[in-house]
């Protein structure tokens, strides 16, 4: 076996050895020696190393245009960067998404990469910095305060538009299931206590219907993720950029990716601020609590199979019980419900570490960036999982629903507006303590005629 080789690079702490292969360079590998922490790398989020180098050529472009930056070199970037755009090199992003430094890993790994490859296209090796520089090149008006918030707000919206597309796909599988099951009647709960009637296809499409609900919602706090500070550079005052950056990099970026974004009108104030972040988490976190409910609903819905609810009966993915034969648990709701409970811890770290800025800076944008992409990709996942793997399945035990109204108590309440809520509490009393049917007991007394009482309690005469 061959011994690996090296190139040695240098930074302001002194000389380090890096693979000679490595497109990434000295400021990387410190990154990879530093931070053994999440065991979660850049590269594991596509979209965001794609975001990193749309944000780079749209600093090159503008650069090139303002005559802060030679053509060549600048068209060289561009090149790189639409190489990792089009996939390639994703590898060569292995930065722990955890780490101190606001960012700045991020940043530099992205500009190593960018400047190495570069320098191939140029003709020139790995390490010829001089020729194009992580810093001094690619990084040109730049700081990492601006381009890796910019970046990773890009990265958002492009995962966002996935988690969408997985949300409207469950809320179409909530309202076939809501044709489905139209003419199945079974009994409302409030508070686990029985009623009124209702059907099973008014439960599900009303599950779609609370859905969609968060899509405008989601799209709403996305649009706050337009607006970039890029131009700012250190602390948003522009230093080291030329005047017309912010508004041209912008511009830049829209025709690059066909979204809008908009140049910061205050580039000292949107430098330090993470208020976007918080509304888009809150955003993934109100989803989380809608989508678990409705998980909380499913596991009651299908108890059983011979003590519970069993009004629905859900597709039996795995054996239940490593003692008890026979068992199938929910296993799917449940899964859902965890990666509920995990994106809702993620927006209390994101507001702990909004709230943990200081002055021109917040340097706990790492945490925030990686909490908001994972709640992304585990929503995602599991809203696919599902819809997949438990919704599409769902069967409903049609006699089963039909036999607890019959039996319920809740059915008295129709009774109401005909003889008054006094005389059907009794009625609804002496059905609890005799067990015996409402029906019976006001033919019985003769309160009302059998025709009466027919009409007014047929469940299809009560569920609107």
Known sequence: MSEEKF???????????????????????RALNNYKISNTRMRDYPEYVIAMACIKLAAAQTNKELGALDAKI????????????????????PVDMMQGGAGTSVNMNANEVIANRALEIMGHSKGEYQFCSPNDHVNCAQSTNDAYPSAFRYAFIRMNRKLEKSLKDLIGAFKLKGEEF??????????????????????????ATNLEEEVLNLERNANLLYEINMGGTAIGTGLNAKPGFAELCAAKMTELTGEHFIASPDLVEATPDTGAYVSYSGALKRLAVKLSKICNDLRLLTSGPRCGLKEINLPPMAPGSSIMPGKVNP????????VCFKVI????????????GQLQLNVMEPVIAESIMESITWLT???????????????????????????????VTALNPIIGYKASTKVAKEALETNRSVYDIVLEKGILTKEALDKALDPKNMIG
Do not use: W
Request: net charge negative; proline share 2%.
């Open 7 to 29: 190139r040695i690079e240098s930074d302001l702490l002194g000389e380090l050895q890096v693979p000679a292969e490595a497109y990434y360079g000295v400021q990387t590998q």
């Open 74 to 93: 600048a068209d060289a970037i561009v090149a790189a960067c639409r190489e990792i755009i089009d996939g390639k090199l994703h590898d060569q992003f």
């Open 182 to 207: 139209a003419d199945v009647i079974k009994m409302g709960r409030t508070q686990l206590q029985d009623a009124v009637p209702m059907t099973s296809g008014q439960e599900f499409h009303a599950y």
């Open 345 to 356: 811890g993620n927006d209390t770290t994101v507001s702990f570490a909004a709230e943990a």
């Open 331 to 338: 296993v799917i709701p449940e899964v859902t419900n965890q």
């Open 381 to 411: 996942n599991a809203m696919d999982t599902l819809r997949t793997k438990c919704i599409d399945g769902i069967t409903v035990n049609k006699e089963r629903c039909y036999e607890m109204v019959k039996n319920s108590i809740g059915i």
